[in-house]
């Protein structure tokens, strides 16, 4: 048996298209590296892609608790930051926290290494679309009140 057809694409395709399996035909796969391959990639961007449902229905309970954070700090400051206002700074940038690189994601029980913060850029002003940036909830709380310049510079001494 020097050829086998492709469950998937139902081609038949030379033996050694087909991956080595314990159980099979003739210990081949039923469906070839082409079909393979394209239903993991595709089956892996479906599991890493965050939907932008999912996104904006996170960034609503996360507008409604930066607005609570500001009331009591700037009292005198009526916030006009939307969950779209959210949704625009995580695309700015790419999911990504500016200060550890890592990707991060939305939710109660993502740990609070990737877990989605807005980290104010100036910690003497309030929570605006212009003055925030994407960072782990883990990295804001360390950063606390630092002022930007001095927290990098304090990751940058151990690296």
């Given at each position: ?37 394209k ?21 609503n ?7 609570y ?34 990707k ?35 990295m ?8 930007h ?9 151990f690296?």
């Open positions: 048996m020097t050829d086998l057809l492709c469950t998937k694409c139902n081609t038949v395709k030379p033996l050694d298209r087909f991956p080595v399996v314990k159980k099979g035909r003739g210990g081949r796969d039923w469906q070839c590296r082409d079909c393979k391959n239903y993991q990639r595709e089956y892996v961007r479906k599991v890493k892609q965050i939907s932008e449902e999912k996104l904006m229905k996170y960034f309970y996360k507008v409604q608790m930066i607005k954070q500001d009331k009591n700090r700037f009292p005198e400051h009526e916030s006009s930051l939307t969950p779209k206002d959210l949704l625009d700074v995580y695309k700015k940038y790419n999911g990504i926290c500016v200060y550890s690189n890592k991060l994601k939305p939710g109660s029980k993502v740990s609070i290494y990737a877990k989605i913060s807005f980290d104010r850029i100036d910690n003497s002003l309030p929570h605006e679309k212009d003055n925030l940036q994407l960072a782990s909830v883990f804001n709380m360390l950063r606390a009140d630092k002022d310049a001095e927290f990098i510079g304090y990751i940058k001494s690296e």
